[in-house]
C-alpha cells in the first residue's frame, strides 16, 4: 500500500517554481502506524537551497529554452539520494542541471514504525524564462 503526500515550495529564482511529490516505497508490508517522510537537511529549506544553487543554463536561456523536468530519485536509508532519473526531460541542457541539483541534496530517511525506509522522491522543477 503506497501512500502518496504533496507538498507544495514556491520559489522565485528565474520563475523557478518547484512541487515536491512524494511517494512511499513499498519497503513496508503492514501499514504504518507511525511513518514519516524524507527531510531535506541542507541548510535551511530545499526551497532556499535549490534557489541558491541552481544555474539556469546560459545556452538554454539564450535560445529561450524552458519548462518542467520532473527528476525521480530514492532517499535511501542512511538519508543518501541514488537512482536518480529524469521521468520527463525538456532539453539536455535544463534536465542535466535538475539532476544535478537533485545529487547535492542530503536526507532524514523517512521511517516506517519507527524504521528508517527507502522513500522515492519526485521533484519536478519549472524552468521559466521572464
Same mark, same amino acid.
Given at each position: 500500500?503506497?501512500?502518496?503526500? %504533496?507538498?507544495?515550495?514556491?520559489? %522565485?529564482?528565474? $520563475? ?10 513499498? $519497503? ?14 541542507? !541548510? ?28 525521480? %530519485? &530514492? ?6 539520494? $541514488? ?7 525538456? !532539453? ?8 544535478? &541539483? ?29
Amino acid at each position: 500500500m503506497n501512500k502518496i503526500k %504533496f507538498v507544495v515550495l514556491k520559489g %522565485f529564482r528565474l $520563475s523557478l517554481f518547484i512541487m515536491l511529490l512524494t511517494s512511499m516505497l513499498a $519497503s513496508c508490508s503492514v501499514a504504518c502506524k507511525n511513518s514519516t517522510q524524507p527531510q531535506f537537511t541542507g !541548510h535551511g529549506l530545499l526551497e532556499n537551497f535549490i534557489k541558491e544553487n541552481i544555474i539556469y543554463p546560459e545556452d538554454a536561456v539564450n535560445n529561450s529554452i524552458a519548462g518542467k523536468v520532473k527528476v525521480q %530519485f &530514492i532517499v535511501e536509508k542512511d538519508g543518501t539520494v $541514488s537512482g536518480t532519473k529524469v521521468l520527463e526531460g525538456v !532539453h539536455k541542457l535544463l534536465d542535466d542541471e535538475a539532476v544535478r &541539483i537533485v545529487n547535492l541534496t542530503t536526507w532524514t530517511p523517512g521511517n516506517c514504525n519507527g524504521k528508517p525506509i527507502r522513500t522515492k522522491l519526485i521533484l519536478p522543477v519549472n524552468f521559466k524564462l521572464e
